[in-house]
């Protein structure tokens, strides 16, 4: 039996995982069973002491605690659906204390960094309509937060009606409402006018329209990741800013910090990211902690001078 296969297969169809987790997964498990079999055992023989030999070699080859974390993660539950699959009477890894988090803060960008940005979208591209799509995935992303994949794949339906809100599908398939600013309202109408054009121009033609936002001839059918990965890069670039610091997620944290600094909460937070736990959410508290301190110093009658 092909556990690992039978595993990744299960997360797909029970769970909805995405397929970026899926292959995350894959790739923990694999480098696990590689190193298995360089000690002469058997992944579906493997005990706890051995499990526990492969997280100190994890940790001798310089892999960080989060990396560590998540591949116990895999391995746990790899071993738990092969015990619910009575392919083993146990599971060698569940009382294997995880090596915890590092306790670092996310990157994120200033508002004034931000502006910047913006604006460097608007000269972003050799064509007019690469610059308009930049303009409208820039908008969307500092407007919403969505994870990257979330944003590239949108569909195009969800646009429709120049709505206040659009409906995201994110991970595990579930669905959250994320409001619009002003900005990206405009910025997704001069998009949506343009694939319009578009779509009429492939009608007359017969060919099939993209049910995507930002479609494209690769073989997903829309953007990539790594497209946008680039020319936010480049984005960073003409606004003067270190390309090391910044990727879309940095605008998905900049999303979240300058609401928090503006008096949003964290459960508000948690529903616009998406987060299935406010514990996720709890990276952000740092922002509160720098607010209280600020509203003390600025108004408490003993802080003054």
Known sequence: MNWLGDFLDMLAAERGAAVNTLLSYGRDLQDFEHWLQGQGGQMRLATRPQIEDYLAYCHTQGLSRATRARRLSAIRQLYHFAFEEGLRSD??????????????????????????????????????????????????????????TELVSLPISAARGDPRMILVRGKGGKERLVPLSSPARVALSDWLALRDTEDSVARSERRPESPFLFPSRGKAGHLTRNSFFLTIKEMAVKAGISPTHVSPHTLRHAFATHLLEHGADLRSIQTLLGHADVATTEIYTHVIEERLKALVFDHHPLARG
């Open 91 to 148: 599971n060698p890894a569940v009382q294997i204390p995880g090596p915890g988090r590092d306790k670092t803060l996310p990157k994120t960008l200033s508002l004034d960094e931000v502006d910047r940005l913006l604006l460097a979208a608007e000269t972003q591209g050799r064509m007019p309509r690469d610059r308009m799509r930049n303009i409208c995935l820039m908008q969307l992303l500092y407007a919403t937060g969505l994870r990257v």
